[in-house]
């Protein structure tokens, strides 16, 4: 049997860490209705309430709504908790209520609880969080109608990533070093070329420079992640 409580408590436990960091003050702890880090001081009577108001509701037939709640309530504090890792703590958030993309993907995350998807939606609420529109709607409703497996991939790729570049071109081209090189990475560019497809990389690519130690300037071809 399902124990809502046990879930919930879980996802509570994890944020222990990070409850006070802006992201719970200010959009977590309000969508819950109550501070993570209270409830936690306050642990074993909220069990209690929770369990008790579970079992007054399979008596009413509302078993079913009831774990749906708190599984919901579950993978919010879950993708905040990981959120929280990558936004900011020194920048006041800039997110209006007009930012569709991101609490768009905030009711996305309630229904999300595998937890390598609930990781790539936390990094991409964290790049609008600290940075507004930085991402499109096209993105959140691609990311939506991703599989569990399209998104492994793209975390893959991810790893890739130079952060506020993109891609490295001459990575991914056909000449026998780079072919090498993804070989040793395991790197399959079939894959790219999949998420090329569904619009998650940018197929143009242009040119990048940097200042580099020792080096006057460095330039590169870099292919960008939407």
Known sequence: MFDPTSALSAAVNNSTKVAGTPFFATIIDKLLGFKVSEWGAQGE???????????????????????????????????????ARYIDPAKKSEVGIENDVFWGLLDHAQTVSNDEMQEVIAKILAGEYNKPGTYSMSTLQILKSLSKKELEKMSFFGSFYLKEHGFLADFFSMKKDAYNLRLKLDVDYSDFLDL???????????????????????????????
Not at 47 to 76: D, H, P
Not at 209 to 217: H, M, Y
């Open 196 to 226: 090329q497809n569904l619009g998650l990389i940018q197929a143009g690519d242009y040119t990048r420079s940097w200042n580099v130690k020792k080096i006057q300037f460095l330039q590169l071809n870099i292919v960008k992640l939407l």
């Open 45 to 83: 009577v909220v069990k209690k309430q929770i369990l008790e108001g579970f079992e007054e509701a399979k008596r009413k037939g509302l078993g079913l709504q009831y774990v749906s709640t708190f599984r919901s309530s579950a993978n919010l504090i879950n993708v905040g908790t990981k959120v």
